[in-house]
């Protein structure tokens, strides 16, 4: 099984991949870049899960054509350490829109979907492999709601497992004051054996209220249960979010 999901993850990410270039001559639809500076404490790191501060710096890209849309984005963690914190992570993921429903619909989109995460820090350099399904939800006062279910293949882990995505955007208003609520939400399954072969769980909701079109300052809670499948290594780190709109 584990060789079937790869391979199909690999080509599907190549075909993914060249729709993509070839569509770069092609107008967008919609286009949105964003990079922001977060800054926690307590964040459970290293190989023996102590208790770090840490300072990340990420850059996210979202493309919308006319057969799908293209998500990007890039972490990089505490830059100017040379420790068992700094690190970068980076995912790219492609959709193809299998169909449109109607526009009264419960769903507001059907597509596939593959991915590529790669990881790289002081203990390992990876590339993660996906594909799946995706659906955009139609739900009332949110800007977008998005699911993805995806096989998923780790090249460090023997077998593959299965992982869940949940994304979510709301902008509302206080007085004068615009705000919005966003977020994510991962679940993956066990995958392996031994350490760091559990399931786990990830949540980043965010609040932000935006000065402007381009400016925003917030808050991000993260909540991740068994970080990175390890078994009881949980993170509950508040985090100053700032970021710009391009």
């Known amino acids: 099984m584990n060789k079937i999901t790869t391979a199909i993850a690999a080509s599907t990410l190549l075909v993914g991949l060249a729709s993509a270039a ?44 006319t057969w799908g849309d293209t998500y990007f984005f890039a972490d990089v963690t505490n830059i100017s350490n ?9 995912e790219f993921g492609p959709r193809y829109r299998f169909f449109k429903p109607e526009d009264n619909s419960v769903i507001k989109g059907v597509y596939g979907i593959v991915q590529a995460d790669m990881t790289s820090n002081k203990f390992t350099t990876k590339i993660v492999k996906m594909a799946g399904g995706s659906l955009d939800w139609n739900v009332s006062g949110f800007k977008f709601v998005k699911t993805h279910l995806q096989y998923r293949d780790d090249p460090t882990k023997d077998g593959s497992s299965v992982q869940f995505n949940l994304v979510w955007s709301k902008d509302f208003s206080i007085s004068d004051e615009k ?9 993956t399954s066990g995958e392996g054996e031994g ?8 949540m980043q909701p965010q609040v932000l209220w ?7 300052v917030g808050v ?16 509950s780190v508040p985090q100053i979010m700032v970021r710009w709109t391009f």
């Open 22 to 65: 070839v569509t770069t001559a092609q107008a967008s639809v919609w286009s949105s870049t964003k990079v922001e500076g977060l800054y926690g404490q307590d964040y459970a790191r290293g190989f023996n899960g102590a208790d770090k501060d840490e300072a990340i710096f990420t850059i996210a890209n979202a493309t919308g054509f």
């Open 82 to 90: 040379a420790d068992d914190t700094s690190g970068t992570h980076l």
């Open 179 to 187: 705000f919005s609520f966003e977020g994510f939400l991962d679940w």
């Open 195 to 202: 350490f760091g072969s559990e399931s786990n769980l990830l």
């Open 210 to 216: 935006h000065a402007n079109e381009s400016f925003a």
């Open 220 to 235: 991000e809670y993260q909540y991740w249960k068994n970080r990175l499948g390890i078994d009881g290594r949980d993170e």
